[in-house]
């Protein structure tokens, strides 16, 4: 049998550590046949350990045949021990009055700690995924926060926005979301992202051309997937969880097990590639093989993308230079 796996998830007692910590035991993230040990992160506040303390309840309820041990953790330093993996859920909401410098200032401590903590205790090959947004920019700061960590093993959640895309293309032709091939998530995982069918592929067939209609990308699609997060905001009154737990699920599932050639968008520190400035937390596409991701190169990018490729990456230099004196 395989050696267990460490995987710490932070906000674990939130809505969608509800949705995600019983995944990860079930093996739906690092493989069927791979055990693994939880190790679960909430603030010290006396409820959220209480809250957190019930959902180990449920997760023992499982019984779950992969899950090898479990933990709860209220500091980053106990609960990034030697581990392998690092789900990044929990971050600071925007509360009433509180600006957008507030909120990245509010999240540059928790990811400024957090990267510490990861750079003194959690494996050398660690592998993290931020889920909290704003995501990207928490990511950088994670990274940034863990010199002597590998720079590209910090990655931001675009896989949401990815997802939320097929879903779109498939009801739009008619297809499976299961065929499509070759989506293409850019930027910032923001209401500013890029999605881009331009490549895609069902069957053979380009998806642009089964579309041919560049109205409905600009006036329909684009802002369809941008504001999906409201959209699920308004109808459920609460924020995507589920959905974006089952991302998080996929994102970490492909970095780990491959993606057979595929292509699958993740956030990660750019190098350069496409004229996104190094080190820049941004949504590309990749393929993964071997534990290691890849970007898709030699992709032409036209004016039109090229134009909205540089507008979600001046948001994310914007935030990453407004935390810049925080690190
Ligand atoms: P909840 O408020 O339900 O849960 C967050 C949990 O994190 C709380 O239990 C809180 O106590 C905990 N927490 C806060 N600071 C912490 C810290 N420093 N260490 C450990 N735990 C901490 O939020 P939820 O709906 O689960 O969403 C979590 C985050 O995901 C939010 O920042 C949200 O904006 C972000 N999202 C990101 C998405 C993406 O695609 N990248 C999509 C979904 C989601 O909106």
Same mark, same amino acid.
């Given at each position: 049998?395989?050696?267990?796996? &460490?995987?710490?998830?932070?906000?674990?007692?939130?809505?969608?550590?509800?949705?995600?910590?019983? /995944?990860? !035991?079930?093996?739906?993230?690092?493989?069927?046949?791979?055990?693994?040990?939880?190790?679960?992160?909430?603030?010290?506040?006396?409820?959220?350990?209480? !809250?957190?303390?019930?959902?180990? @309840?449920?997760?023992?309820?499982? %019984?779950?045949?992969?899950? %090898?041990?479990?933990?709860?953790?209220?500091?980053?330093?106990?609960?990034?021990?030697?581990?392998?993996?690092?789900?990044?859920?929990?971050? &600071?909401?925007?509360?009433?009055?509180?600006? /957008?410098?507030?909120?990245?200032?509010?999240? !540059?401590?928790? =990811?400024? %700690?957090?990267?510490?903590?990861? #750079?003194?205790?959690?494996?050398?090959?660690?592998?993290?995924?931020?889920?909290? #947004?704003?995501?990207?920019?928490?990511?950088?700061?994670?990274? *940034?926060? %863990?010199?002597?960590?590998?720079?590209?093993?910090?990655?931001?959640?675009?896989?949401?926005?990815? +997802? &939320?895309?097929?879903?779109?293309?498939?009801?739009?032709?008619?297809?499976?979301?299961?065929?499509?091939?070759?989506?293409?998530?850019?930027?910032?995982?923001?209401?500013? @992202?890029?999605?881009?069918? &331009?490549?895609? @592929?069902?069957?053979?067939?380009?998806? *642009?051309?089964?579309?041919?209609?560049?109205?409905?990308?600009? #006036?329909?699609?684009?802002?369809?997937?941008? $504001?999906?997060?409201?959209?699920?905001?308004?109808?459920?009154?609460?924020?995507?969880?589920?959905?974006?737990?089952?991302?998080?699920?996929?994102?970490?599932?492909?970095?780990?097990?491959?993606?057979?050639? $595929?292509?699958?968008?993740?956030?990660?520190?750019?190098?350069?590639?496409?004229?996104?400035? $190094?080190?820049?937390?941004?949504? =590309?596409?990749?393929?993964?093989?071997?534990?290691?991701? *890849?970007?898709?190169?030699?992709?032409?990018?036209?004016? =039109?993308?090229?134009? /909205?490729? +540089?507008?979600?990456? #001046?948001?994310?230099?914007?935030?990453?230079?407004?935390? $810049?004196?925080?690190?």
């Amino acid at each position: 049998a395989k050696a267990p796996l &460490r995987v710490a998830v932070t906000g674990a007692a939130g809505q969608i550590g509800y949705s995600l910590l019983f /995944r990860i !035991a079930n093996g739906d993230m690092l493989g069927k046949d791979q055990p693994v040990i939880l190790q679960l992160l909430e603030i010290p506040d006396e409820k959220a350990q209480k !809250a957190l303390s019930g959902v180990m @309840m449920e997760i023992d309820d499982c %019984a779950f045949p992969l899950l %090898a041990g479990m933990t709860a953790h209220s500091d980053p330093m106990t609960a990034f021990k030697d581990i392998d993996y690092a789900v990044l859920v929990g971050a &600071r909401p925007r509360g009433p009055g509180m600006e /957008r410098k507030d909120l990245l200032s509010a999240n !540059a401590q928790i =990811f400024t %700690a957090q990267g510490k903590a990861l #750079n003194a205790v959690a494996k050398r090959t660690v592998k993290t995924l931020v889920v909290g #947004n704003p995501a990207n920019t928490n990511a950088y700061i994670a990274m *940034k926060s %863990a010199p002597d960590l590998p720079a590209k093993n910090f990655t931001a959640m675009l896989r949401l926005d990815h +997802n &939320r895309a097929l879903s779109q293309l498939a009801a739009k032709t008619g297809k499976a979301v299961a065929d499509i091939e070759k989506l293409i998530v850019w930027g910032n995982h923001s209401p500013t @992202m890029y999605p881009d069918y &331009r490549f895609a @592929m069902i069957g053979g067939q380009s998806v *642009k051309q089964m579309i041919n209609d560049e109205e409905w990308n600009k #006036n329909t699609f684009l802002p369809t997937v941008g $504001k999906r997060g409201a959209a699920i905001i308004d109808a459920r009154g609460l924020s995507s969880a589920a959905s974006a737990a089952n991302a998080a699920i996929d994102h970490i599932h492909d970095w780990h097990c491959g993606t057979n050639g $595929k292509w699958v968008t993740m956030g990660i520190p750019s190098d350069g590639s496409y004229d996104i400035p $190094k080190d820049v937390m941004y949504g =590309f596409p990749v393929t993964c093989e071997n534990g290691e991701y *890849k970007i898709v190169q030699g992709l032409e990018v036209d004016a =039109f993308s090229r134009e /909205r490729m +540089n507008f979600t990456l #001046n948001e994310l230099t914007e935030e990453q230079e407004g935390v $810049k004196h925080l690190l």
